[in-house]
């Protein structure tokens, strides 16, 4: 997706709710990534930590639970979590739509053009690195 914007002004919450995708990074810099994700009803990231990275996610549509460090709380639309580097996360949909949100790595966490169409492929991904 990056190549198709503008890298300085993107209308961030029109292209969350219009992504299909379960990852679709946006932009990355130097010291930052901006990435889409959609987790489909039922679907789970899935438990991980990033040791070096900040992780911050927006919640645009959508309702499930974030579980941080193995605290459990509810996110919605509008929501903003914040991820501490080397905190244990996982984000779970537990409405009956798609949880689109967008979210901030800080330094970047996947390669500049990394789309995923679904959570099996991103999985998948993982596996070969």
């Known amino acids: 997706m990056s190549s198709k914007i503008d890298q300085t002004v993107v209308p961030i919450v029109k292209l969350a709710l219009n992504n299909e995708a379960f990852r679709d990074e946006v932009i990355t810099g130097k010291e930052c990534q901006l990435v889409l994700m959609t987790i489909q009803p039922g679907e789970e990231i899935g438990a991980e930590v990033h040791e070096g990275h900040d992780q911050i996610l927006v919640f645009v549509e959508g309702n499930g639970q974030a ?44 390669a500049a053009g990394t789309r995923h169409e679904d959570k099996a492929e991103a999985d998948a991904a993982e596996e070969d690195h």
């Open 67 to 110: 579980v941080i460090e193995g605290q459990v709380r509810e996110v919605g639309t509008n929501d903003l979590v914040f991820v501490h580097a080397g905190a244990e996360h996982n984000f779970i949909n537990t409405g009956t739509k798609p949880l689109k949100l967008y979210t901030v790595y800080a330094p970047p966490e996947h």
